[in-house]
């Protein structure tokens, strides 16, 4: 089993920053491409910005220049950090990784999400 546990949300104010963490705790061979994802309220969930296992990032053009996505391969950990926040960056934050998760045969590869964490920018 392979959990995905998001935190470091929480209300900020326009300008502010904050720094999400995502966990990957379990039967975890590897983790290799991360992506975090973002869904305001009543639209759709977008790509925020996505790391490869050797660290190559790409980010939306909504925040360029303003997030950074870092990871600790060793703790499997992936990290966002935001800085001057804006309203328009409220939403809930989702993890996403591509896992190779060890089982009783194989490592086999396999997608998972976080639960989401909440983020609140005021004005």
């Known amino acids: 089993q392979v959990q995905l546990v998001e935190s470091g949300g929480g209300l900020v104010q326009a300008g502010g920053s904050l720094r999400l963490s995502c966990a990957v705790v379990?039967?975890?061979?590897?983790?290799?491409?991360v992506t975090w994802f973002r869904q305001p309220p009543v639209k759709q969930r977008d790509l925020v910005a996505t790391?490869?296992?050797?660290?190559?990032?790409d980010y939306a053009d909504s925040v360029k220049g303003r997030f950074t996505i870092s990871r600790d391969n060793d703790k499997n950990m992936i990290f966002l950090q935001m800085n001057n926040l804006q309203r328009e960056d409220t939403a809930v934050y989702y993890c996403?990784?591509?896992?190779?998760?060890?089982?009783?045969?194989?490592?086999?590869?396999?997608?998972?999400w976080g639960q989401g964490t909440q983020v609140t920018v005021s004005a």
């Open positions: 996403n990784a591509h896992v190779m998760e060890i089982t009783h045969t194989r490592p086999v590869s396999r997608i998972y």
């Open positions: 379990g039967s975890v061979d590897s983790v290799t491409t």
């Open positions: 790391i490869t296992f050797g660290g190559i990032a």
